[in-house]
């Protein structure tokens, strides 16, 4: 059973830093690429960041700079450290699985994140 558990969300404000992990199971997590994404009221679900099972990364540009995804394959997590955070970064923030070579994908069930004075 492949399970991906969230955690670190919560209120901030703005300027403050938040850093959510994700924690997998059930799957050979070096061989997923990882992503957190984030959907906030009213909107589609967007790309935040993801890292491939190689390492590399890309960021949505209304990020770039301020956020940074990492991944512990010892640990089988993936980290989202979250700094300068603007009201706009509001939103319930997803984790998602992507097989690297099949086509197998898991989400996670969310945390939300506010940003708010």
């Known amino acids: 059973q492949v399970q991906l558990v969230e955690s670190g969300g919560g209120l901030v404000q703005p300027g403050g830093s938040l850093r959510l992990s994700c924690a997998a199971s059930?799957?050979?997590?070096?061989?997923?690429?990882m992503g957190w994404y984030r959907q906030a009221p009213g909107k589609q679900r967007e790309l935040v960041a993801a890292i491939r099972s190689g390492g590399s990364t890309n960021y949505a540009d209304s990020v770039k700079g301020r956020f940074t995804i990492s991944r512990d394959n010892a640990k089988n997590t993936v980290y989202l450290q979250m700094n300068s955070l603007k009201p706009e970064d509001t939103g319930v923030y997803y984790c998602k699985a992507s097989h690297e070579y099949l086509s197998y994908v898991y989400w996670g069930q969310g945390t939300q994140v506010t940003v708010s004075s």
């Open positions: 059930g799957i050979i997590f070096s061989i997923y690429a």
